[in-house]
């Protein structure tokens, strides 16, 4: 019986909405993961030791999108001020202009989402969705 379940490690960490696909792919890479967490529990790593093995295994590969990254930022941060069914617009109205934001930051980091850069970028994002807001609204 694994050590833990395979999805359960993919979308506990909140990971999944980073990424642009879903089904098999997304599954097929958390059993990869969990595959490896649990290989390396079995090794005597502790718990974090494999969790972070495990979120290797799991982010390899993968491109963060814009989009996903700018839609978290907005729905996280800007829930009173960006209703639901305005979201959509205002994230694709707010792209092209935060554009120069991203193209500091490498987004093909496999680890991007775990680096310190990933927290530089979504304060970025948070100031320049304030400063939007402010200028011109929803």
């Not at 999108?65 to 001020?81: G, K, Q, T, W």
């Not at 990933?118 to 402010?134: F, M, N, S, W």
């Amino acid at each position: 019986m694994p050590l833990v379940q395979s999805n359960e490690l993919f979308f506990d960490t909140g990971l999944h909405s980073y990424f642009g696909f879903s089904g098999g792919i997304i599954r097929e890479r958390a059993d990869r993961a969990a595959e490896t967490y649990e290989k390396a529990r079995l090794e005597g790593y502790p718990a974090d030791g494999a969790q972070e093995q495990a979120m290797d295994t799991l982010l390899r590969g993968l491109r963060y999108s814009r989009y996903a990254i700018l839609r978290e930022v907005v729905e996280s941060e800007f829930f009173d001020e960006v209703p639901e069914e305005k979201q959509e617009a205002f994230i694709l109205k707010l792209m092209p202009l935060v554009g120069n934001v991203f193209s500091v930051y490498d987004l093909s980091d496999d680890n991007f989402a775990l680096s310190s850069d990933y927290d530089l970028l979504y304060t970025e994002l948070t100031g320049a969705t304030v400063l939007y807001i402010g200028e011109y609204g929803v």
